[in-house]
């Protein structure tokens, strides 16, 4: 009995001292990079999704066991517009931007416009029926390609662009 008590105070004082070393790490590192926080507060700011105020476009997500594609793979559309990617087929499919091709000054507000339910940065969520759609505002985002893929077809080179004009 008296070997339980003292594993048990062991491992709560283990735990607080694994729990009070990561909030520590975490406050240094953002105060020793003020540089790096100032670029990350603008995206930070645009951490709010900005409404469609132009047209959407509608993009299939298909599968067929050959082939998985946007339908169109690429499209240009004018800044404001939206695009409502649905699964028409072989799902699972999702949306996703490559962060290292997305320009800095873009990222926060591109992945705010791709709604609350992502499955990680520049990533929709996970969709998994037939019929199923996520809508992305292009509302903010400057003129640019950018390149499109679906996470669990990427092997399979389900890939496309969108063009952003002004």
Not at 50 to 55: A, E, R, S
Not at 80 to 94: E, L, M, R
Not at 154 to 163: C, E, F, H, I, S
Request: glycine fraction near 10%; include cysteine.
């Amino acid at each position: 009995m008296r070997f339980l008590g003292v594993a048990l105070v062991s491992s709560a004082v283990v735990l607080g001292a694994c729990v009070g070393g990561a909030k520590q790490d975490a406050t240094p590192a953002a105060a020793s990079t003020p540089a790096a926080a100032a670029p990350a507060a603008a995206p930070a700011a645009a951490g709010t999704a900005l409404p469609i105020t132009g047209k959407t476009w509608e993009v299939k997500m298909v599968g067929d066991g050959n082939a998985y594609k946007f339908v169109p793979a690429d499209l240009t559309i004018r800044a404001g517009d939206g695009i409502k990617f649905t699964v028409v087929s072989i799902p699972p499919h999702n949306v996703a931007f490559d962060p290292a091709l997305v320009p800095a000054d873009v990222k926060g507000q591109l992945d705010a416009n791709m709604g609350p339910n992502k499955l990680g940065e520049l990533s929709s969520a996970l969709l998994l029926n037939i019929g199923d759609a996520v809508t992305i505002s292009f509302a903010g985002i400057k003129p640019g390609k950018y390149e499109i893929h679906c996470t669990p077809h990427l092997a399979m080179n389900m890939k496309g662009t969108v063009t952003v004009t002004p």
